[in-house]
């Protein structure tokens, strides 16, 4: 039997991630929690079902390598412009802030030396890019205002990680050789660079080429995986981290024109043992070391929690974003990260850390992305309330409106616009070319900065305030059109309107059914839902090309839309 017991021990970690994954998606939380959890209660530290936590956690660097490969596939340098200046700069200076704040934080709380007190911030300054989409996605947000600076900050930290990996040996060495390892270091970075170019150039294209020439998807998988582990391979020859290696390799297939069949054929595996790294990510941590060093344990998560909090938010604000986005922003990002255990590991390998160390930041990696979901949930419920609050009135921008405040007042809008993505955009294009006088209501600097450009009527701030939607004349206006692709600041700002103006007629975008039917008790009717509406285009053209009248069609559309409801949708697209 003992020939079996490697196929027992991952059979065990899938069924186990299976069950664990399950329940958290019926509690309503990420998979990943309860990859996590379930990861504590099988593994050697916790029931002990699996016990060899080697094979687990070689399956698991499968797995990093993997991810970093698709992260090289994915991004593109037009994500990174079209995110502005706070997904750029916003996201370096978060990195660097929390970095500095979590190296003073270590020498000076924990009393830890210069070496540990640099990686428990270099640490830290990483957040989890696999919990933010996930809540993002589940919760609607992913086109939200908050949700594209989350990618756009998350974009930038998983980009750092490589640069990371590459000065780790340099947080071990004395002041006298800090500056050869570290140049030591950077020129083997250089010298794989140079060579992965060459072969990226000369020798990806045509391979990539010979190989799909066959139509084999089996052996194009198998040449794209073996150019993935064979990068991190040669970089672990080098002595750089595999996760750089892949993450090269990954970037290099990206420039030809083989790089969406590579990211399709990879991505299930990659999901794959992206959860067996959950699972050990959780296996490694001990409840013996969480029981004996509590205290510890919770000074480190709330200094966590404080230093990231305090700079997501205070540079999103900086960069001219409101309150409430500020505030989902801070939250979302206070957890550290997957890449913060790759990092730790690295940093265990080389001999950089002890072990007492790397057992803190496991369990405190493993508590912040436990807290990530529960926080932001309190904060949506808690929102509400402080959206109403006086402090939330600070939501104008100097000179971003053509007129003052009492004239926005006395101004006839017979249609006021809440949002100016996708969506606002075409309905205030509309309105301008029919003649309709309309105000827009925005909370991204950028956008308002470029309607002020163009001498458009906007106010910059969050509809849901009851003082940026004072200004904005609903005792005078017809129409309020919310356009959020955000559900919650949808409701919140339809009940702040109708207490400024019970008769207001609205129009509102709603996303899922639990929306709908609070918006239609707070007497809304008139509830759209993009997704839902383009169903029933796809289905009238659908009738008309296999023959059926145009009278007919109609007929059988509008009887649909009298019987049907609006469904529930996992995302959306503002």
């Known amino acids: 039997m003992t020939g079996f017991d490697p196929i027992v021990n991952i059979a065990i970690v899938l069924a186990a991630a299976l069950i664990g994954g399950m329940i958290a998606h019926r509690l309503r939380q990420p998979v990943i929690l309860g990859y996590l959890v379930v990861g504590v209660a099988v593994g050697p530290y916790g029931f002990g079902v699996v016990s060899?936590?080697?094979l687990i956690e070689a399956l698991a660097t499968i797995g990093v390598a993997l991810l970093m490969f698709t992260v090289g596939l994915e991004i593109s340098y037009s994500q990174l412009w079209q995110v502005g200046k706070v997904g750029i700069w916003g996201g370096i200076a978060q990195i660097l802030a929390t970095f500095v704040l979590g190296m003073v934080a270590g020498g000076i709380l924990f009393r830890w030396p210069l070496a540990d007190a640099a990686f428990f911030g270099l640490i830290i300054s990483l957040s989890s890019t696999m919990?933010?989409?996930k809540l993002l996605m589940e919760r609607g947000e992913l086109d939200s205002?908050?949700?594209?600076?989350?990618?756009?900050?998350?974009?930038?930290?998983?980009?750092?990680?490589v640069l990371m990996m590459v000065g780790v040996p340099v947080f071990g060495a004395s002041l006298e050789n800090l500056l050869p390892i570290f140049?030591?270091?950077?020129?083997?970075?250089?010298?794989?660079?140079?060579?992965?170019i060459v072969l990226g150039i000369w020798v990806l294209p045509w391979l990539l080429g010979t190989v799909a020439g066959v139509r084999s998807r089996e052996l194009f998988l198998l040449t794209v995986l073996i150019l993935c582990f064979g990068a991190a391979f040669a970089t672990y020859i080098f002595e750089l981290s595999i996760a750089f290696g892949a993450f090269i390799v990954g970037l290099l297939i990206r420039e030809s024109r083989f790089a969406h069949q590579a990211l399709a054929e990879v991505t299930p595996l990659r999901d794959v043992f992206a959860t067996l790294f959950f699972v050990s990510l959780g296996m490694l941590l001990i409840p013996q070391f969480v029981i004996e060093n509590w205290p510890v344990l919770i000074l480190a998560v709330v200094v966590i929690v404080a230093i990231k909090f305090a700079v997501c938010f205070g540079i999103t604000r900086l960069f001219g974003y409101g309150g409430r986005t500020a505030l989902f922003v801070g939250v979302g990002l206070f957890q550290i990260g997957e890449f913060s255990f790759i990092l730790a590991q690295a940093g265990m390998n080389s001999g950089v850390i002890s072990g007492y160390f790397y057992s803190l930041i496991i369990a405190s990696t493993v508590v912040t992305m436990l807290l990530t979901p529960v926080f932001l949930g309190l904060t949506s419920v808690l929102y509400p309330k402080l959206a109403r609050a006086p402090a939330g009135g600070k939501l104008v921008v100097k000179g971003s409106l053509p007129c003052g405040g009492e004239e926005l007042r006395q101004s006839l809008n017979e249609v006021v616009v809440c949002g100016y993505g996708r969506v606002g955009r075409n309905i205030a294009q509309s309105l301008r070319d029919l003649e309709i006088p309309y105000l827009v209501i925005e909370m991204d600097p950028e956008v308002v900065a470029e309607l002020h450009h163009r001498d458009e009527p906007c106010i910059y701030g969050d509809a849901s305030n009851v003082h940026v939607l004072s200004l904005a004349g609903l005792d005078k206006a017809k129409v309020l059109v919310v356009t959020y692709p955000d559900p919650l600041a949808v409701v919140a700002t339809v009940k702040t309107a109708l207490r400024i103006n019970p008769k207001l007629e609205i129009v509102a975008r709603v996303h899922r059914k639990r929306e709908s039917e609070l918006l239609e008790g707070l007497g809304v009717s008139d509830l759209i839902s993009p997704e839902y509406e383009a169903s029933f285009e796809f289905l009238r053209r659908t009738l008309v090309h296999i023959g059926w009248s145009r009278a007919k069609t109609q007929q059988t559309i509008g009887r649909l839309r009298r019987n049907e409801e609006i469904?529930?949708?996992?995302g959306s697209e503002d």
């Open 183 to 196: 140049a030591i270091a950077v020129g083997k970075a250089v010298l794989f660079l140079g060579v992965a």
């Open 567 to 570: 469904v529930e949708v996992s």
């Open 145 to 161: 205002v908050h949700g594209r600076i989350m990618i756009a900050i998350l974009i930038v930290q998983d980009l750092s990680v």
């Open 52 to 54: 060899d936590i080697e």
């Open 131 to 133: 919990i933010g989409l």
